[in-house]
């Protein structure tokens, strides 16, 4: 009996799911796919440029006209209200612009806002984290905090202690370097900030030199 011989082509075919290298390939493209889609996504949630310069414009206004120093020394860094005729009124309009002033103590930064305000015990914590005090022993004039000094912003009771003007330049994206001095140069008859907030006591006459 003859035997005939019928040729098969691609008798080793594999299937596409079992070919390794080919799954590898398809996972790294769909990763991409993926990745693009995800960054235009995002891109598309970014503000633009004249949105940030229009609300960099409102919180510099906001802050202008509201922000409001707080400490043990002026009572409370208000202006002071005189006696007289004009006496009640003008206490009227200081208490409606107390209501509505962002009360910040003085020699702090925006940014450590919220870590001067007494946490759920009734404390303060250092801001390197190192000791946790009493929330009334902040500006008592003793150094608690002798790491970082951020217990007496307004004091001059530590040695490593930061006092931040209360002008601080910033980029309309909020990006800037802060302003500060060493709180033992506050209330020395010396205008260290160009605003002249570190002498709220001793008023040598800082002319406001900031740009």
């Keep these: 009996m003859r035997k005939t011989w019928v040729k098969r082509e691609n008798i080793y075919y594999k299937p596409f799911y079992k070919d390794k290298s080919k799954m590898l390939m398809l996972f790294i493209f769909l990763v991409g ?5 995800y960054q235009a996504f995002s891109l598309n949630q970014l503000p633009s440029v004249q949105q940030l310069r229009r609300k960099h414009k409102q919180m510099m206004q906001s802050l202008g006209s509201k922000q409001r120093d707080v400490d043990d020394f002026d009572g409370g860094g208000g202006d002071g209200v005189g006696f007289g005729a004009g006496a009640g009124v003008n206490a009227a309009i200081t208490a409606t612009q107390d209501a509505d002033a962002i009360k910040i103590i003085r020699g702090t930064r925006l940014f450590d806002y919220d870590a001067y305000k007494p946490n759920y015990r009734g404390n303060f914590k250092c801001l390197d984290g190192s000791k946790e005090i009493p929330f009334d022993h902040v500006n008592d004039n003793y150094c608690d905090c002798e790491t970082d000094g951020s217990d ?7 040695a490593f202690g930061r006092f931040y ?9 909020g990006r800037g370097l802060d302003v500060w001095v060493w709180t033992s140069r506050v209330n020395d008859n010396v205008c260290d900030c160009c605003d002249g907030s570190d002498e709220w006591t001793t008023h040598p006459k800082c002319q406001n030199s900031c740009a």
């Design 33 to 37: 796919i993926s990745f693009i889609a």
């Design 152 to 158: 007496e912003p307004s004091t001059n009771a530590c």
């Design 165 to 173: 003007c209360k002008y601080q330049k910033r980029h309309f994206t």
